[in-house]
């Protein structure tokens, strides 16, 4: 009988070894792992001449002059205007006398403000030319007239 529990004491100290010498159990598990990536939105404007010189012009002619720019861009983007008058500092030529056409653009008589182009799609360089083109109304006075008209590239909506 001594040695029947002597025999199983010898074997659970043996298993109770084995189990030690083998370590903790390890459990494994993979992650799964993800990351996105973003560039912050970018958009420039260039503009080769940023001066349009119509030259000069009796009443009733016209008289024209070209830009060209660039837009480059990461996101969709639009282009607007905003423009004033024709001002020899005592008379005016209305700014509606003028019009532009030119790359992907129809010709449009200007206004005081509006969209050249909407939600243009990104672009490593969108090249374009756009001609002025002014009417000279017949009952203008003679004179140095200038306006300004400012040229704005946005994200599109």
């Not at 560039?39 to 002059?65: C, F, H, M, W």
């Not at 182009?117 to 017949?138: E, V």
């Amino acid at each position: 009988m001594i040695r029947r529990r002597w025999l199983g004491a010898a074997l659970m100290a043996a298993g109770l070894a084995l189990w030690f010498s083998c370590g903790d159990p390890v459990w494994a598990e993979t992650l799964q792992a993800s990351v996105t990536v973003t560039q912050p939105p970018s958009i420039r404007l260039l503009l080769v001449d940023s001066e349009l010189n119509l030259g000069s012009g009796q009443p009733g002619a016209t008289v024209s002059d070209s830009i060209a720019g660039t837009v480059v861009s990461n996101v969709a983007w639009k282009l607007t205007y905003t423009a004033r008058d024709f001002s020899d500092g005592t008379h005016t030529i209305p700014i509606s006398r003028v019009t532009v056409d030119g790359t992907d653009l129809s010709t449009t008589s200007l206004g005081y403000q509006g969209v050249i182009y909407d939600n243009k799609q990104p672009a490593q360089a969108f090249m374009f030319q756009h001609t002025f083109s002014l009417s000279i109304p017949g009952d203008a006075e003679p004179g140095a007239y200038t306006t300004s008209i400012e040229y704005t590239v946005t994200p599109a909506p």
